[in-house]
């Protein structure tokens, strides 16, 4: 129940192009939901963060929409850019007394100039 | 912007041997957590700490593991006695306790292999 699937695994889209990753939880006491970027040998650094009582956040070329009935959300990444290519990973905060996060597996874009 | 630092960024190590990774977590945040990630899979959750002791810890984080904040800015992770598959990036993190949401920061890792 603690689990945070992700996928894809591994995704190209060609530059200019849209990047889709999705992820989905079972666990409802989760209450925030970022998305992480790491590039190789980088420690993860935050993209994008959503609290469940809202569908869908934008911050410039990045969306994340939220389902939360479906137990789902998605990254959006429009404009796709070669400088985007690195391991997205989703991840999930516990309702815990230390508030951990649980990650997904990570899914690795490569942008096509 | 204000960032987790961590040392050593790689460390060799015997196996059997004993290793400490240290963090200087950013200055106005209350909690810290080490996580871990074996090359190429997801990152995990090791244990974190709070009030100067430990708050939650996963199932990775055995008796081989322990945690310390000896002082006023460094905050370490401690592994006894090495094995082969604790050869993995190690991730220090922290964020400030607020009543909102508030953000986890990571550090760039250290990168252990036992060998």
């Known amino acids: 129940q603690q689990q945070v699937k992700q996928s894809p695994q591994s995704l190209i889209v060609q530059k200019g192009g849209i990047s889709i990753i999705n992820c989905a939880y079972e666990?409802?006491?989760?209450?925030?939901f970022p998305w992480y970027q790491q590039f190789p040998g980088k420690g993860p650094a935050l993209l994008i963060a959503?609290?469940?009582?809202?569908s869908e956040k934008k911050e410039g070329r990045f969306t994340i929409s939220f389902n939360k009935s479906a137990k789902q959300f998605s990254l959006h990444i429009m404009d796709s850019q070669p400088g985007d290519s690195a391991t997205y990973f989703c991840a999930a905060r516990g309702a815990g007394s230390a508030r951990q996060l649980t990650f997904g597996s990570g899914t690795q874009l490569t942008v096509l100039p | 912007e204000p960032e987790v630092t961590q040392t050593p960024s790689h460390q060799v190590t015997q196996m059997g041997q004993e290793v400490i990774l240290r963090c200087v977590p950013i200055?106005?945040?209350?909690?810290f957590y080490w996580y871990r990630q074996i090359l190429g899979q997801k990152v995990e959750f090791l244990v974190s700490?709070?009030?100067?002791?430990?708050?939650?810890k996963s199932e990775i984080f055995d008796d081989q593991f322990s945690v310390e904040r000896p002082d006023g800015s460094n905050f370490t992770l401690k592994i006894r006695s090495t094995k082969l598959e604790d050869s993995a990036m190690y991730f220090c993190?922290?964020?400030?306790?607020?009543?909102?949401?508030?953000?986890?920061?990571f550090g760039e890792g250290s990168w252990l292999t036992v060998v």
């Open positions: 959503i609290r469940p009582d809202v």
């Open positions: 993190a922290s964020s400030e306790a607020s009543a909102g949401v508030y953000t986890i920061y």
């Open positions: 700490f709070y009030n100067n002791e430990i708050s939650e």
């Open positions: 200055s106005n945040h209350l909690y």
């Open positions: 666990n409802t006491a989760f209450d925030y």
